[in-house]
Structure formats: C-alpha cells, structure tokens
C-alpha cells in the first residue's frame, strides 16, 4: 500500500503563500500522476492541480490558476504545492494523492480517479 504524507500547511494571512509537501517512501512514485485536491467544510472535494509522472506535463484548477504551482521532484519521491497570494476562499484542507492514469485523461480532474490519499493538512488564510 502507497502512504503519502502531506506537510506545510498553517495560518497565513490574505496575499500570504505557503508551500505545501506531499511524501512518500514508495519506490516507484514516477510511475504515478499527482494531484492536490481540497475540500472544506459543507463542500465538495475540489481539483486544484495534478502533474505527469516526469513532471513534463501539468494543468491547474480554475480557482488557482495564476497563483499555485505544483512540481515534484522524483529523486526524493516528494512533490509540491506553492501557493501565492492566498485567499481568505482558499481555506480548506489540502490532500495529495496519486494515479496511475495518465494525466491527460479527463478524469483525473476528479477524485474517483485516484488511488492513493493522504492525511491532509490544514489550510486557513485569514483576511
């Protein structure tokens, strides 16, 4: 089983940033697309980025495009999240997970898509 921890969330105020981590002691983490999704409370989970296994190829969230960017680095099976100019909106729990899918299925917009989740971590920006 895959076991993906994420790190790097907190407290910031509005027009703040963070960078988020997501890692892992699997072996074969390039062999998975990654995605960040967030849910707050009373709404449903939303895509906010997802990155090819390479790292070539990837495609943000409507509601963060512009501001977030996600990366991985596979050497140290960790990826990334930053996030600039944060909103008091952006507030959720964050999580990463992982697919096997490659990224340009329509699908991995969606979370049904991926196989593997971690804990989330918190997200609160402050105006």
């Known amino acids: 089983q895959v076991q993906l921890v994420e790190s790097g969330g907190g407290l910031v105020l509005s027009g703040g940033s963070l960078r988020l981590a997501c890692a892992t002691s699997e072996r074969t983490f390039s062999s998975y697309t990654m995605a960040w999704f967030r849910q707050a409370p009373g709404k449903e989970r939303e895509f906010v980025a997802a990155i090819s296994q390479g790292g070539a190829s990837t495609k943000v969230g409507d509601s963060v495009k512009g501001r977030f960017t996600i990366s991985r680095d596979n050497t140290k099976n960790t990826g990334y999240l930053q996030m600039n100019s944060l909103k008091p909106g952006d507030t959720a729990v964050y999580y990463c997970?992982?697919?096997?899918?490659?990224?340009?299925?329509?699908?991995?917009?969606?979370?049904?898509?991926?196989?593997?989740w971690g804990q989330g971590t918190q997200v609160t920006v402050s105006s």
């Open positions: 997970a992982l697919t096997p899918r490659f990224i340009g299925h329509e699908d991995t917009y969606t979370a049904r898509a991926y196989n593997y």
